[in-house]
C-alpha cells in the first residue's frame, strides 16, 4: 500500500519487492501447475521475518505496524497470490488472536515459533455444515478435569498438514449458539488430530487447504484462548483484523493483472497500431487503475480505523467486499484485453483470474460482508 510512512516502510517494501522478483516470481506458474506447496521460499520468508510482521521484536516478531503487513501481502500476491494467502493466514488468523487474547505464557510457548520463522499457523473455525453461518458449528469439547476433549471435523482450513498450530473453535453445547464457542489453540502434532489430503482446488493452487479430523483429541486446559464462551467473539474481531490481509491480497492480485495487460497491450498490434491506442482498450486499463486506487483508499481507511482501540467491522468488511469485487472485475478486464491468449496457461493472467476468484468468498463471502455493513448501518440508524 502506498501512504504516507517512513523511511522502513520504503526499506521494507524494497526488500519484499526484490525478494518477490528473484525468488517467488520465477517459479509461480511452475508452482501453479503442480500445486507444489513452496517449503524453501517459506522457510526464507520466515527468516525474513515475514511469519511475525507485527509481532514485537520480545516475541521474537518484526515488530512493524498493520499498514506495512498490509503492503507486505498486497507486493506478494501481485506476483502468487497462493504464497500470499499462506502468509496472510499465519500472520493474521492465528498470529493476531494469539497476540490479542493469549497470555504470555501461551504467547512464549505458540506465537514465539511462529513469529521467529520456524512455524506456520492456522485457523479452524469452519465446519461442512456451518460455513457462513459459523455460529451453527457443532465441534464439541468437553471438560475432563485436567484437560479438554475435542470430537468434530473442521473444512477449507488454509495451511491444514503444513502448519504446527492452529487457533480452533469448538462449542460446549451447539443449542447455546455463539455463547457455547471457546477458542483453543491446537498443535497439529497432538493425538488425534488427522489431515485429509488436500483440496484440489480452481487457484490458489500451491497453497494448502484441507479438511481435517479432530478424533478425541486432548487439550490441555492451558490451551484454552482467552475464557470459556469466549471464542466466537474471539473469531469475529480476528476476522475484522485478518479481512483486510484478504483485501490487500485482493489489491495487490489486482495489480498484477493491470501490469499483465498493460504489458500485452503495448505489445500487441491490432488494426495497425498497439492495442493500448484503441481507446476502447485504453479507458478499460483506466477504469481499472480507477478501481485498485479506490480499493487501496478504502483499505487506508479500515486500517487506520483499526490502528485504534475501536471496533472497525464496518471499515473493514466494506474494504474486503469492494478490494474482492474490484479484484474479480480487474483480473476479467485483463483476460478481456489479452483476447484468446488470456485463455490460455501460457500467460499468467490465466492463474490471476483463478486465484481472484476465491477473494469474494473465504474470510465471509461478499453477501456476509454485506450483512456485517447492513447491521452496523440499521445500528447507525436507531440514533438518527
Ligand atoms: C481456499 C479456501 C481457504 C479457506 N480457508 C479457511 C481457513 O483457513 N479457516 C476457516 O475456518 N475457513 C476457511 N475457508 C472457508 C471459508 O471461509 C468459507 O468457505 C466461507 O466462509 C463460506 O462458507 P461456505 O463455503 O460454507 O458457503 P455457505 O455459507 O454455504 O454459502 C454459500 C452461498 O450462500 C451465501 N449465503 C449464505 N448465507 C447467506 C445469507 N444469510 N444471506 C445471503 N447469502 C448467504 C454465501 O454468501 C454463498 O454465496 C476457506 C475457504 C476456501 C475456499
Redesign the pocket.
Given at each position: 500500500m502506498e501512504t504516507s510512512v517512513g523511511e522502513q516502510y520504503e526499506q521494507v517494501r524494497d526488500l519484499v519487492v526484490s525478494f518477490c522478483k528473484k525468488k517467488i516470481a520465477p517459479g509461480a506458474a511452475k508452482r501453479d501447475q503442480s500445486a507444489e506447496f513452496p517449503s524453501g521460499i517459506l522457510h526464507e520468508m520466515g527468516e525474513l521475518g515475514l511469519f511475525g510482521i507485527f509481532v514485537p521484536e520480545e516475541l521474537g516478531g518484526a515488530g512493524m505496524d498493520l499498514m506495512t503487513y498490509l503492503m507486505i501481502i498486497e507486493e506478494i500476491a501481485k506476483v502468487d497470490a497462493s504464497i500470499a494467502?499462506t502468509i496472510s493466514?499465519t500472520n493474521s488468523?492465528c498470529g493476531w488472536p494469539l497476540l490479542h487474547f493469549g497470555t504470555r505464557e501461551q504467547q512464549e510457548r505458540y506465537l514465539r515459533p511462529i513469529a521467529s520463522g520456524e512455524e506456520l499457523g492456522?485457523?479452524?473455525?469452519?465446519e461442512p455444515e456451518?460455513?457462513?453461518?459459523?455460529a451453527s458449528l457443532k465441534t464439541r469439547y468437553r471438560d475432563v478435569g485436567d484437560a479438554f476433549i475435542l470430537n468434530g471435523t473442521?473444512?477449507?482450513?488454509?495451511?491444514?498438514g503444513v502448519a504446527k498450530t492452529f487457533v480452533c473453535m469448538a462449542t460446549k453445547d451447539p443449542s447455546l449458539g455463539a455463547h457455547g464457542i471457546s477458542a483453543f489453540i491446537l498443535d497439529a502434532d497432538q493425538e488425534g488430530v488427522i489431515f485429509d489430503k488436500p483440496?484440489e482446488?480452481m487457484g490458489?493452487r500451491s497453497?494448502k487447504?484441507g479438511m481435517v479430523t479432530l478424533d478425541n483429541v486432548r487439550v490441555p486446559k492451558s490451551a484454552l484462548l482467552g475464557r470459556e464462551g469466549q471464542g466466537f467473539s474471539i473469531a469475529l474481531a480476528t476476522l475484522d483484523h485478518s479481512r483486510l490481509g484478504i483485501a490487500a491480497q485482493a489489491v495487490g492480485i489486482a495489480r498484477g493483472a493491470l501490469e499483465e495487460a498493460l504489458r500485452y497491450a503495448r505489445d500487441r498490434r491490432q488494426f495497425g497500431r498497439p492495442l493500448y491506442d484503441h481507446q476502447a482498450i485504453g479507458f478499460r486499463l483506466a477504469e481499472m487503475d480507477t478501481e485498485i486506487a479506490a480499493a487501496r483508499a478504502l483499505l487506508q481507511e479500515a486500517a487506520r480505523a483499526a490502528m485504534t482501540p475501536r471496533r472497525h467491522s464496518r471499515e473493514s468488511a466494506r474494504a474486503k467486499l469492494f478490494a474482492s469485487e474490484m479484484c474479480n472485475r480487474v483480473v476479467a478486464s485483463a483476460i478481456q484485453i489479452h483476447g484468446g491468449y488470456g485463455y490460455s496457461k501460457e500467460y499468467a493472467i490465466e492463474r490471476m483470474y483463478r486465484d481472484a476468484r476465491?477473494t469474494t468468498?473465504?474470510?465471509?463471502?461478499?453477501?456476509?460482508q454485506?450483512?456485517v455493513i447492513s447491521r452496523a448501518l440499521k445500528q447507525a440508524a436507531e440514533s438518527l
Open positions: 494467502v493466514v488468523v492456522g485457523f479452524m473455525l469452519t456451518a460455513g457462513s453461518d459459523a473442521k473444512a477449507w482450513i488454509t495451511n491444514a483440496e482446488k490458489l497453497s487447504t476465491v468468498v473465504y474470510e465471509g463471502t461478499s453477501e456476509v454485506k450483512i
